[in-house]
């Protein structure tokens, strides 16, 4: 009868504790140190934690969640360098595939033990805790929930880190490598991601990166540090993890089982893979270098110049880890190059030229069932993305101011006014386009489009909240003023919404006297809505106030100011009478209420007015005058 050979090979187990026993040991030790002593030292001070538990569990601060979090992504990589660094050392190589057992036996057997030794310390930490649970009261720094969901988030990171990190020995033939490589991979994807968007952010007018917005990082360290976070791991994210850890488990098999022994001590294993190796980092410090160069200079050419000096470090790079020496400068390395700066100066052209017509593209109104407009994209994803208009007015004007930012807009120029555009087409996409422009170039489209009904329903769109959905309506004046009855929150809304829709463009750009802000606290989500500035302007609104007796609640008056200082240009006023600068400084109640009825509230004025509300004297508001309306004794006390 045939005998079976055993899997288990004592000897190799012995071997692998000789060669990787200690990170083992070390991670026990780590952890060790950061929960079960930080926890017996954080007993000596229960008081505080009965008053204040914590929230974070085992992977708080408490007990130094950062320093595991260090450990969580670097043991394992250790683990796989130590463990396969037989495959980069030739004679190494060749004692370990001389031995009685298959390739695929022994690759098994790696990766066998470097999980169990990677996870022995994680559960012999985990029954301590649980330990500690039953014999202290500790509720109040943890649970066996707690315990439950570290034990389930550290191993999933520290098992398919090990993993990914065997994938890139089995690639490479040299272990500083396989360590390198493997740390920049798990951010790869993500690093790649911002690379590309700033330099498209460049080179691409109208560029929006909303348009190619990840829901989730593809990052492992970066889901990890927010699974640990969010204390919280959901199936899908399982899921996931259980799926790459199985495809690159079978890939380095796949790899380890037909690499040549001779492969070792060279930076790439696999033949083929080297021209990728060399072009691919090539290409990522080609993007790098135009993030250095090109980004805030707002220059095509230093743009290029960090494209070119870029590519060739990362070129030069690239091949001497290839041959081994820094005696690379030859006629078919300068070849290599050359090549590669054809097919990008290729790439770069059509770009130019807009061969894919991104640049271009503006859809048709018939195409578009609703839009948004307004500054920045970050605004836009702050808020509830379905708050959008259909108003085919706000669309029209939408368009025409969109045709227009793209005559006069350039990527590579800076310039202060920024512009969004969000399209949500008939067909279910939705297409983004964000440019800086200067005002003035799109003065009589914005114009146009402010005036239009659709526009203000989203711009102001703390308007358009149903009461319902409101905790109270706060002002910031004088003093903090809430609204929490149903009918007068409907009344404010009500005549705050007829005078929005009813000021003009122009109107808008000018806030003469004091004015206030309001905010809206929601009741599902607990937080402020954006705040809208209330005007004197606001006739509805003001008579509103004024007669249910709360103006003077919202709004500063006279009475509230105890000094008034103007002075003829913006500063510390403190500042400038120390410098000898003439300060007007009154607590005339007369004058200060003639001020704040004819100030602004932005700070652009000839005169800056420094109101002190408090016994604080250091403590101000800040307005101006302009020319026109400051009163006659400011203009006197200054000539």
Known sequence: MQSRTSWFKKELWKQDFRNVGWVSIVYFVGLFFCLPIMMLMRLEDIDMYIEYPIQEGLFSVEFAGPIQAIFMFAMPILMAVFLFRYLHVKKAADFNHSLPVTRQQLFHHHMISGIVFLLAPVFLIGIIQVLLHTMFDVHYFYGLRDV?????????????????????????????????????????????????GHNLDVLLNGYAAIQFQLDHSLSPVINGIQMIEEQWISGWMMIQYVVGMIVFYLLALFIYRYRHLETASQAIAIPKLKPLFKYGVTFCFMLLGGVIFGSGVYSITWLLFGYVVGASIGYVIATILLVKTWRIFSLQHAKGLAAYGIVVSLLFGLVQVDAFSYESYVPKQEDVKAVYVGGYSYIYTDMDKELVTEDPATIATTIDLHEQAIDVSSPVHEYEHP?????????????????????????????????????????????????????????????????????EMEQLLNNLRKDVYNESYNESQYEQGVTTHMSSVLKDRGYYNN???????????????????????????????????????????????????KVLTTKDKGHIQEALEKVNSVSSGEYSVFLFTSSNMYEYETYSFSEENAPDWVKEHFE
Do not use: C
């Open 148 to 196: 439950a969901f570290w034990l389930l988030a550290t191993s999933m990171n520290v098992v398919s880190i090990f993993i990914f990190s065997v994938f890139i020995g089995t690639l490479t033939g040299i272990s500083a490598v396989q360590a390198v490589l493997t740390g920049i991979f798990l951010v790869f994807l993500d690093g790649m991601y911002v690379l590309i």
């Open 419 to 487: 512009v969004f555009i969000a399209y949500h087409l008939e067909n279910g996409d939705q297409v983004y386009r964000e440019y800086r422009v200067n005002k003035e170039d799109i003065q009589t489209e914005w114009e146009k489009l402010y005036n239009t009904d659709g526009f203000k329903e989203v711009y102001y769109n703390e308007l358009s909240i149903d009461v319902s959905d409101i905790e109270k309506l706060e002002f910031e004046g004088n003093s903090i003023v809430s609204f929490n009855n149903a009918d």
């Open 531 to 581: 705040s809208i500035v209330i005007k004197q302007s606001y006739e509805h609104t003001i008579n509103w106030l004024k007669e249910k007796g709360y103006y003077k609640q919202v709004f500063l008056h006279a009475d509230d100011v105890e000094v008034m200082k103007v002075a003829s240009e913006y500063d510390d006023p403190y500042v400038l009478e120390e410098e000898g600068k």
